[in-house]
């Protein structure tokens, strides 16, 4: 299931569809462009915080799933505590894949 996530990661990245680093997602989630974020399980508490905070606000689902080494390495980039999902359907699929569903929309 992991493998089907970190899928779905990588082709909204290719796509142009995600955003990644603690900076640009937060200037993303306040533009109101974010549709789904993903926050490394190995965060720090307060990352943790902030952007469950600053998403429950907004009403933007957060997962906390993967680790910064996956979430960068699916990125093509270093280690990524935060990434941001920006198109309605990849978010959709990617919770989808984490809640145990496996319908591809």
């Known amino acids: 299931m ?3 996530v970190y899928a ?3 082709l909204a990245q290719k796509a142009g569809r ?12 306040k533009k ?8 490394a399980e190995d965060s720090s508490d307060n990352t943790k915080k902030q952007f469950k ?5 907004r009403n933007i689902p957060v997962v906390v799933f993967g680790t910064k ?24 699929s990617i919770i989808q894949k984490l809640s145990g569903g496996e319908a591809f929309v």
Do not use: P, Q, W
Request: proline share 0%; net charge positive; hydrophobic share 40%.
């Open 2 to 4: 992991n493998d089907k």
């Open 8 to 10: 779905l990661i990588g």
């Open 18 to 29: 995600l955003v990644s680093g603690e900076n640009a997602c937060i200037i993303d989630i």
């Open 32 to 39: 109101g462009k974010s549709e789904l974020v993903i926050i």
């Open 53 to 57: 905070n600053m998403c429950g606000y």
């Open 69 to 92: 080494a996956l979430l960068g390495k699916y990125t093509g980039k270093g280690y990524r505590a935060v990434i941001c999902v920006k198109d309605h359907h990849f978010a959709r």
